[in-house]
């Protein structure tokens, strides 16, 4: 499994704000080959089949709470610029004929958490933003090869089935709902062959 979650402090203007984040991805894959080497009428005969079968799902989630200075005012915890000032320069080089303050991420970040340990900071919902999506990967093969004085004989078969799914929320009417939707294919392919010194032949 690979993750990366990250944590982003946020002030608007309007609003203080903090986001815990995440886009997982969970990978599994296993498989299996086998062979045999029995005689088939006097002559060597060498058999294999084996399977295969992978997933990957990917998501995006997160958990944000916010408050407004008016609200962080109620509980007693009045809330300023200059609480998170950063008196560090202007950083480019465009004049724009006036000076502002840049806010400090750390700053913003050490009130956020006290605010939300605090009660403060209130759930804002996020169902916009998640997504979940997966592929799974099934297949099989077999193939056989016969030893002949003049050549071989190879006959093989291979089948897959892959399926496709996502979730994710929409509107149903009034109400935000999550919906599914998936998609699954399944294709095979079949050979054999004849082989010689001097000539061969194909057919699939």
């Known amino acids: 499994m690979a993750a990366t979650t990250r944590?982003?402090?946020?002030y608007t203007g309007t609003t203080i704000s903090t986001t815990d984040a995440g886009d997982p991805t969970f990978a599994y894959t296993a498989k299996f080959d086998i062979g045999r080497d029995p005689d088939m009428m006097g002559s060597p005969l060498r058999v294999k089949f084996g399977g295969l079968?992978?997933?990957r799902t990917k998501k995006h989630e997160e958990k944000l709470y916010g408050a407004t200075p008016a609200q962080i005012t109620v509980f007693g915890r009045p809330f300023t610029f200059d609480q998170?000032?950063?008196?560090k320069p202007y950083q480019a080089e465009l004049a724009l004929g006036y000076t502002f303050n840049y806010f400090s991420k750390d700053?913003?970040?050490r009130i956020a958490n006290e605010y939300l340990k605090a009660g403060i900071l209130t759930r804002i919902d996020t169902n916009a933003n998640y997504f979940r999506v997966q592929e799974e990967i099934l297949s099989g093969y077999a193939m056989g090869t016969w030893d002949q004085d003049w050549g071989n004989m190879v006959v093989g078969m291979r089948v897959e089935?892959?399926?496709n799914s996502g979730s994710a929320f929409g509107g149903v009417g009034a109400a935000n709902t999550l919906l599914s939707a998936s998609t699954a294919t399944l294709n095979g392919t079949y050979s054999r062959a004849a082989t010689s010194p001097s000539a061969s032949t194909t057919k699939t």
């Open 84 to 87: 998170i000032r950063n008196f």
């Open 107 to 109: 700053a913003v970040d």
């Open 7 to 10: 944590k982003r402090p946020r």
């Open 53 to 55: 079968f992978s997933s």
């Open 161 to 163: 089935r892959r399926k």
